[in-house]
Structures are given as structure tokens and as C-alpha cells.
T-cell receptor
Framework: DQQVKQNSPSLSVQEGRISILNCDYT??????FLWYKKYPAEGPTFLIS?????DKNEDGRFTVFLNKSAKHLSLHIVPSQPGDSAVYFC???????????????FGKGTKLSVIP | DAGVTQSPTHLIKTRGQHVTLRCSPI?????VSWYQQVLGQGPQFIFQ???????GRGNFPDRFSARQFPNYSSELNVNALLLGDSALYLC????????????FGPGTRLTVL
């Protein structure tokens, strides 16, 4: 039972255009969401996060949108750059699940290719 | 500042053997979590430790165990290795136990033959 789903295994975008990566979740207890970027042979790098009390968070070229009613979030990258080519993981946490545990549940990832 | 460090980088073991993976968190971070990532999947939660106490455990068999030391570094132990344990093992640290961004190390690539 996959609680965090990234239905697009891959995405290709021209340099300078917008990249939109999507993520759906099923667990209503999730209240904190994160996006990570991963290059081959490296660990995931934290990009941006959003709490369920917000519907948008921006950090430079990266914006995350959260639609709680649809249980959907998206990451927008504008403008896309060749260095953004990587695998992007959506992750979620139920911070009040008890015992102070903070486990992240990840999607399978979307491979973004930005074409020069 | 140094990020999360993990050792070794790569490891090859045979079925039935035991393995110990090590992790040093970012300075000042008190929480360490372990994740397993198999090819084509996202990282899957194994354990979280905070202040040397286990705070969470994922759906992994008892062959997996971990501990956190007074300096907040951590070890992940896997006994009786199976072929299916071949994966990238990631360690992540965070400042506190809850609602903090987790910062990942480069991982240890374990191959079980």
C-alpha cells in the first residue's frame, strides 16, 4: 500500500521552461511534506518543505503547492536549469503520529531531465 | 560544516553474514534516522533514534537493529544477511525528533552475494 505516489517516473523539460512535479498521498494524518533531490551516488538533498497549515511555500526558483482536499502537492521549478536534472522525491510525515517519531514516507521518485 | 557522514561507502557480503554500518550526524543534531533504498524505489524508513533512545521503527524484521551513542553517532546492524538486503542504506540527521528537515548522508551501498 503506497501512501505517497509519484505517478510520473520521468519528465523532460526544456531549459528556461517550468518543471512541474506532482505527488499524491493517501494518509490523512500526513501534515508535513518535503521535496528532496537526488543525484546518482549521492544522498537525497533537502529542497523545500511545507506544513499542512499552508498551501504554498517559495524558495527562490522552487515553489511547493499543497492541495489538502485533493491530497495533492506539486513542486514548480522556474526557470529550469540543466543542473536541476536529477531524481526528485516527494516525502511526507505524520508529525503527531505519537511517541515523537518523525519518519518520512517517500514516493518512488520522478527523474527530471532538463534539456539545454 | 561537515554534513552527515557514513562509512563504509561500499560493502560486499555473502548470505548469512552480519554487517555494521556507521553514521555521524551533522554537529549539533541529536536525531538520526536510517532508511533503506532499493533500486527504483524511494527510501524506506528503518529506525529513528533521538537522545540515544529508539523513537520509531519501520516494518523491518528483527535482523535489523541500531543504536545511538552519547556523541549522537549511530550504527545500523543487520544479521543473517539475505540477497534482498542489497540496497543503499541512508542515514539522515535532524536537530530534533519531530518536524525538522532531515539531512541525508551519501549512503552505504551494500551488496549481498
Amino acid at each position: 500500500d503506497q501512501q505517497v505516489k509519484q505517478n510520473s517516473p520521468s519528465l523532460s523539460v526544456q531549459e528556461g521552461r517550468i518543471s512541474i512535479l506532482n505527488c499524491d498521498y493517501t494518509n490523512s494524518m500526513f501534515d508535513y511534506f518535503l521535496w528532496y533531490k537526488k543525484y546518482p551516488a549521492e544522498g537525497p538533498t533537502f529542497l523545500i518543505s511545507i506544513s499542512s497549515i499552508k498551501d504554498k511555500n517559495e524558495d527562490g526558483r522552487f515553489t511547493v503547492f499543497l492541495n489538502k482536499s485533493a491530497k495533492h502537492l506539486s513542486l514548480h521549478i522556474v526557470p529550469s536549469q540543466p543542473g536541476d536534472s536529477a531524481v526528485y522525491f516527494c516525502a511526507a510525515s505524520a508529525t503527531y503520529s505519537g511517541a515523537g517519531s518523525y519518519q518520512l514516507t517517500f514516493g518512488k521518485g520522478t527523474k527530471l531531465s532538463v534539456i539545454p | 560544516d561537515a554534513g552527515v557522514t557514513q562509512s563504509p561507502t561500499h560493502l560486499i557480503k555473502t548470505r548469512g553474514q552480519h554487517v555494521t554500518l556507521r553514521c555521524s550526524p551533522i554537529s549539533g543534531h541529536k536525531s538520526v534516522s536510517w532508511y533503506q533504498q532499493v533500486l527504483g524505489q524511494g527510501p524506506q524508513f528503518i529506525f529513528q533514534y533521538y537522545e540515544k533512545e529508539e523513537r520509531g521503527r519501520g516494518n523491518f524484521p528483527d535482523r535489523f537493529s541500531a543504536r545511538q551513542f552519547p556523541n549522537y553517532s549511530s550504527e545500523l546492524n543487520v544479521n543473517a544477511l539475505l540477497l534482498g538486503d542489497s540496497a543503499l542504506y541512508l542515514c539522515a540527521s535532524s536537530l530534533h525528533a519531530i518536524k525538522n528537515e532531515q539531512f541525508f548522508g551519501p549512503g552505504t551501498r551494500l551488496t549481498v552475494l
